[in-house]
């Protein structure tokens, strides 16, 4: 008897730990796994964070959408829903119908169903039919269209990032999608409980060095550039050279990225400020010229120099664009005939006049 007493003590014991264990410790785990067999969420999609540029205007923007999803489970007459469905959304009847008899919890109508105009979704809403529910959705939009489009990039249907910025910063402008949770049977059939609603988080905003008004005008005058020369690429680029902030940054050709599909790959994925790197040039020659005068190393028209055609520097030999080079000239003319010797040699080589490259 003392036995049969011990065992059954210990049996408690153990029973009663095992309990403890599951109503206390693993409670929440055990909780979710039963939670997650009779409740169902409907998504409510968080809106993307904003981009301004350095003065609060909203350069990357959200509107609210409506989508459409269906729970199969909850509809009784498949047939007559999709028929109704079909014709609203103007698709085949056969399309409709896998979406409906999908046998999964909650159907998302995709893409049929993705960002409905407010009138269809209205005659959706105004069908009343069980098991077929809009959410709302956000949807990107850029206020500017084609305005700095390489840079700020462009989203997905889902609003994921997939170039520019949009893509670089897409983990701090998304957020986290909230839900409406209900509760339903084993076979899908709504129970008479209250719903919870989960609120979105939304994403973080961005704010850029651009400054708009900058932007614009780049934008007109590349556009008035492409108009008057008809060139194969424009690229515009303005900097505040103090600090190295871009305060407006575009090319041609351009495109928009709420539409970025009617365009090829070529002319959405290269940014060409940054992408077409290539040598300034003759363009930095008024650098040079500029750093001189700064300087007052160079007196434009009592100083001159001696273009023979070319001359060697160390061990490189530079040659003037003009065969035969320019002659005599004051350092006017060599900013007049751009000439390469006059500019990147002159104020090197006059050691008299004790001149340099700064």
């Known amino acids: 008897m003392k036995i049969v007493l011990v065992a059954i003590f210990f049996i408690f014991i153990i029973i009663t730990l095992r309990v403890f264990y599951i109503e206390v410790i693993d409670y929440k785990k055990l909780n979710n796994y039963a939670s997650n067999l009779w409740s169902r969420n409907l998504p409510i999609k968080a809106d993307r964070g904003l981009i301004y540029d350095r003065n609060g205007v909203i350069l990357a ?11 199969p489970n909850q509809i009784k007459d498949k047939k007559d829903v999709t028929n109704k469905l079909s014709k609203i959304l103007n698709v085949s009847y056969d399309d409709m119908y896998k979406h409906i008899n999908k046998k999964t919890s909650i159907e998302r109508v995709h893409p049929e169903g993705r960002r409905l105009s407010y009138e269809v979704a209205d005659k959706i809403r105004n069908l009343k039919l069980d098991g077929v529910y809009l959410v709302k959705e956000s949807k990107r939009v ?31 402008l998304t957020g986290e999608d909230g839900a ?6 084993a076979k899908g059939n709504k129970l008479e409980l209250n719903e919870v609603y989960e609120q979105p988080q939304n994403g973080m905003n961005i704010t850029l060095t651009i400054n708009n008004e900058i932007q614009t005008s780049l934008e007109r005058e590349l556009n008035n550039a492409v108009t008057k020369y ?9 900097m505040n050279p103090n600090n190295g902030e871009i305060l407006a940054i575009s090319a041609r050709p351009n495109f928009s990225p709420s539409n970025y599909k009617d365009y090829s790959i070529e002319e959405i994925n290269r940014n060409l400020p940054v992408w077409a790197t290539y040598e300034p040039g003759s363009t930095f020659k008024i650098v040079t010229l500029a750093a001189a005068l700064e300087e007052n190393k160079v007196d434009l028209e009592k100083d001159t120099f001696y273009d023979k055609g070319s001359i060697k ?7 003037c664009w003009k065969h035969g080079g320019h002659g005599k000239e004051t350092f006017m003319e060599v900013v007049e005939n751009s000439c390469n010797l006059g500019i990147n040699t002159g104020t090197y080589l006059n050691l008299k006049k004790n001149l340099q490259i700064i």
């Open 61 to 71: 923007d959200n509107v609210t959408t409506t989508s459409l999803v269906v729970i």
């Open 142 to 172: 850029y206020p500017y269209d084609t305005y700095l489009a390489h840079t700020l990039g462009f989203v997905g249907i889902d609003n994921q990032g997939l170039s520019g910025i949009e893509l670089t910063y897409d983990k701090y």
């Open 180 to 185: 409406i949770k209900y509760f339903s049977d």
């Open 230 to 238: 008809n060139p194969d690429r424009a690229i515009g680029l303005v």
């Open 313 to 319: 520097v160390e061990n490189a030999t530079i040659h």
